[in-house]
C-alpha cells in the first residue's frame, strides 16, 4: 500500500507546473470514496465563470460514533489557487483517517478540497474573474464560488471551521484564532504538532499583524468565516505554512495539525459534558 507520505514525497520533485488539471485532486479523493465505509463524494457544487460550468469537490467523511450528536467541522482548502499544498494536505489528510479512521471518533467532517477550482486550474491566487475570494466573504459577492461555499457555511452551522493556507513571506507555520474562546487553545497544539515538520513563526509581527508564538488574533475583512451572527460561535482557526517549504514538509505539518485540532475538541467537548 502507497502511504501518504509516500504520496506526497513523490510530487516533491515535481516540476511546478502553469496549469493544473482538478482530477488530481478530486480523482484519488474519490477512488478512496469508492472503496471506503467512511469516505463519501458528494455531489459537486456547480457555478458558471466566464461562460463554463465548474465543479466545486465536496466530500463527507463520517467518524466511528462518539457517544453523542456528531460534531461537525467544515475544512476548507485552496481558497487560493497557487497554494496547491493546503488542498494535498487534504489529501494526505484523508489517507489518514482512511488508515486509522478512529482519528474522527465522534465527527462529521465536511471536507472542501479546492474552493477556488478556476484559481487552482491557472495557478493564480485570484479567481478568473481576478478576485481574491478570502475577501469576498459577508459582503454580498457576486463570485459564485463565494455564494455557493456562504450557503454551505450557512446550511451546516459548524461547530468548528478550519481553513488552509500557504504564505509566501512566512519562514515558518502559524494561525489565526477567531470565534469560540477554545479557539486559541485549539491553535496552540495543533502548532505544536507542526513543529515537528517545520519551524512555528515566532515573529512579534506576522503578515502585517501583532502575533504571539505564532499566534495572530486580528484577521482580514472579507475571510471564510461562518455567517455574521452565528451563535453559538464556532471556534474558527486559519493555518498557514511557509510556502517556501518543501510541499511534503507543508502537507505533513498541516495533516499533523489537522489531526492535534480533533484530538483536543474532541477532549474539551467531553470534559464540557462532565461539568
Known sequence: MTT??????????????????????????T????????????PPGRFELAGQTHDLPRYLFLGPAGGAEPIRIGVF?????????????????VQLLEENPQIARG????????CNPTGYEDNTRHNRNGKDLNREFWCNSRQPE???????????AFNGIISLHTDDTSHGVYGYAHGAVITRHL???????????????????????RARDGIIRDRFEGVLRAPPGTKPRPFEVILETPHQAPQYLQEAALAV????????????????ANL
Open 77 to 93: 482548502a485552496g481558497v487560493h489557487g497557487d497554494e496547491p499544498a493546503s488542498s494535498f494536505a487534504l489529501l494526505r489528510f
Open 31 to 42: 477512488a478512496i470514496a469508492s472503496r471506503s465505509s467512511s469516505l463519501i463524494a458528494c
Open 187 to 209: 491553535l496552540q497544539p495543533a502548532l505544536a504538532a507542526a513543529a515537528e515538520f517545520l519551524p512555528v513563526n515566532s515573529d512579534g509581527v506576522i503578515d502585517g499583524f
Open 107 to 114: 465527527y462529521c467532517l465536511f471536507l472542501y478540497p479546492v
Open 146 to 156: 463565494i455564494r455557493l461555499l456562504e450557503s454551505e457555511l450557512a446550511a451546516h
Open 257 to 272: 495539525a489537522l489531526r492535534a485540532i480533533l484530538d483536543e475538541y474532541r477532549a474539551f467537548i467531553a470534559h464540557a
Open 4 to 29: 501518504a507520505l509516500q504520496t506526497a514525497t513523490s510530487r516533491q520533485g515535481a516540476p511546478r507546473s502553469p496549469h493544473r488539471q482538478l482530477d488530481t485532486i478530486t480523482a484519488p479523493l
